[in-house]
């Protein structure tokens, strides 16, 4: 518990402190997640900033009978969460304009919904569908061509993987794509076939491009419904702040609209397409340069332009991401000769990373398999060699299953140049796990997310989901970095094993500090201390005291975002008195 006199040297220390507050909550359990993970009961709030934080007393205090008073009555309150790796705006698009396939567990049931799509359509208009899991689905097989063609014979149809690396076309999308047997797979890219080399219609990376070329983007309008509609989920999950990578001039303009009409009520930090040749990364470069760079921002630390997104290699789902040994199939099998592909020419990459760096933009690349690791933090390592520059935070996306070389080099990057972050998903080890488990194989599987390998180093990571290759509440990663369990437990309930767990000290400390520093706002948010704004969280239960199975089912019961509740549960026993 924070002391009394620990209170009084702050409010002699500090002259924010010293305002009265008019916002306290008070009657809770206060994890502050500071450096040493104090814990307190109340806070004091004024004009957005936290101006104390301590015990009921100390706090009722300073509030002198004027401050609005939320009484917690004992729940638990954190940080607001935070997503260091979320496709925000594109996942909202899809959830209000797609056809939802996440919890389809068989082949006929993604049928059904597509057929019923299909129906509201004119003849020609295209259909996209997303979440889709092999995984998950009862025949454990790829969609195909041809179950698609007797739902849809008048529609072309794109159904997007989970994991967004790979998707399924009908048979009408690969005609207007240009599609047959005879097409060779294109750099960095697969097209799946029959015995017969017949494309099945399941294109992966950049084989994609044909097909996705050929989809009308979102509209302007279908951007902000979508960004509104995650801001509110974001809201209802105590999550006050995302990183949304890949984004594109369209994306970004909907969201500059939005914190122009005061309408964007979370922290967003964006990472801007970078492509895969030099010159899509010097149109990134301009695009990015001409906006303020992260830690400045739009609408006071409302929007923040991060940097750029680079790809290393592919997906662990699809067995395209790159690896030194072949991917497994089902578990204990081998695809033999497939050891996945870099997405980007690796000397290609490490050009483009230098032209970043040089430029002082922050880069965050998506690197899934071992090869890809090393390939990324060694050149991190050459660069900032090169050009000495702390603080640029460049990052390692996924960072599925680091060699212990790239273990040692990510040490060493934070230690001498604040770089080399892994930005990780504890939940691609429930969600996609059983897809996972499947393809990385036994021995493999075990380095997946080595939390505690990093935790025993001093490495530091952030945590997200990669909405919408997950679900977004980040709940389920608190829950998964601590249980590694699988969602059908097809190889087992744990095949990643629990070595690489952390506790939920940690895991929180992944959705909120470190977290923040990759969205540059470590001074701002991430903790509940004074001077920091007041973005809370408060749960229905204390996770630092529930059993670790329970972390998934908390329920947020009330959210502030700089220190306004934007959304409070229907039942709840926190009340509030005065203004």
């Known amino acids: 518990m924070i002391k009394t006199a620990a209170i009084a040297c702050l409010l002699a220390a500090s002259s924010v402190s010293a305002q009265t507050p008019d916002l306290i909550l008070v009657h809770g359990k206060i994890l502050t997640v500071d450096a040493k993970d104090s814990i307190a009961q109340a806070i004091a709030i004024r004009e957005g900033k936290i101006v104390a934080v301590g015990s009921d007393e100390d706090i009722l205090q300073l509030a002198g009978g004027k401050a609005r008073v939320i009484d917690l009555h004992g729940r638990t309150a954190t940080p607001g969460l935070i997503d260091a790796h979320a496709h925000l705006a594109m996942g909202g698009v899809d959830e209000l304009y797609s056809v939802s396939l996440s919890d389809a567990a068989t082949v006929d049931e993604v049928d059904r919904r597509v057929q019923e799509a299909a129906a509201q359509l004119k003849p020609g208009e295209w259909l996209t569908g997303a979440g889709w899991d092999e995984g998950k689905l009862a025949e454990r097989r790829y969609i195909t061509a041809s179950d698609l063609d007797k739902v849809s014979p008048n529609n072309p149809v794109w159904l997007t993987h989970t994991t967004g690396h790979y998707g399924v076309g009908n048979h009408e999308a690969l005609r207007l794509a240009h599609i047959t047997a005879a097409s060779k797979d294109p750099p960095a890219g697969t097209i799946d076939r029959d015995a017969q080399g017949i494309p099945t219609g399941v294109l992966k990376e950049a084989a994609m491009d044909a097909v996705l070329a050929l989809i009308p983007p979102p509209t302007p309008e279908q951007l902000r419904k979508g960004i509104l509609r995650m801001v509110d989920t974001l809201h209802s999950e105590g999550m006050t702040a995302v990183k949304d990578p890949n984004i594109d001039p369209p994306t970004w303009d909907a969201y500059r609209e ?234 087992g309930k744990q095949p990643f094993g629990t070595a690489e767990s952390v506790d939920i000290h940690i895991a929180l400390r992944a959705y909120t500090a470190w977290a923040a520093r990759q969205l540059f706002l470590e001074h701002r948010i991430g903790s509940l201390e004074t001077g920091k704004e007041a973005d809370i969280a408060v749960w229905d239960k204390d996770m630092y005291t529930i059993p670790a199975d329970e972390l998934r089912n908390l329920k947020c019961e009330m959210t502030l975002y700089n220190g306004e509740v934007v959304y409070r549960a229907a039942e709840t026993p926190i009340t509030s008195t005065g203004q």
Not at 272 to 280: E, P, R
Not at 311 to 318: E, H, L, T, V
Not at 333 to 350: I, L
Not at 439 to 453: K, V, Y
């Open 258 to 491: 939005l914190v122009e009409e005061k309408k964007l009520t979370v922290h967003v930090c964006v990472l801007w397409h970078a492509g895969t040749t030099l010159a899509s990364a010097r149109a990134a470069l301009i695009r990015i340069q001409a906006f303020p760079l992260a830690p400045d921002s739009l609408g006071d630390g409302n929007l923040l332009s991060c940097g750029a997104k680079l790809f290393m290699d592919g997906s662990g789902g699809a067995r395209t991401a790159w690896l030194y040994k072949d991917w497994n199939k089902n578990s204990t099998g081998t695809d033999a000769g497939n050891h996945g592909y870099p997405a980007t020419n690796p000397e290609v990459y490490r050009q483009e990373v230098r032209l970043f760096h040089r430029a002082g933009v922050p880069v965050g690349t998506h690197a899934i398999g071992d090869h890809a690791i090393d390939w990324v933090v060694d050149t991190y390592a050459q660069v900032l060699k090169e050009k000495p520059t702390p603080g640029l935070r460049h990052s390692i996306i996924h960072a599925n299953i680091p060699s212990d070389h790239a273990i040692e080099t990510i040490a060493s990057l934070q230690r001498q140049y604040d770089a080399g972050y892994p930005e990780s998903q504890p939940p691609f080890t429930w969600w996609i796990g059983d897809t996972y488990a499947g393809n990385f194989g036994p021995e493999r599987s075990l380095r997946l997310n080595p939390f505690h390998t990093y935790q025993s180093r001093g490495i530091v990571w952030a945590g997200g989901s990669d909405y919408n290759v997950t679900p977004l509440p980040a709940r389920f990663g608190l829950w998964s970095a601590v249980e590694r369990e699988t969602a059908k437990g097809v190889y």
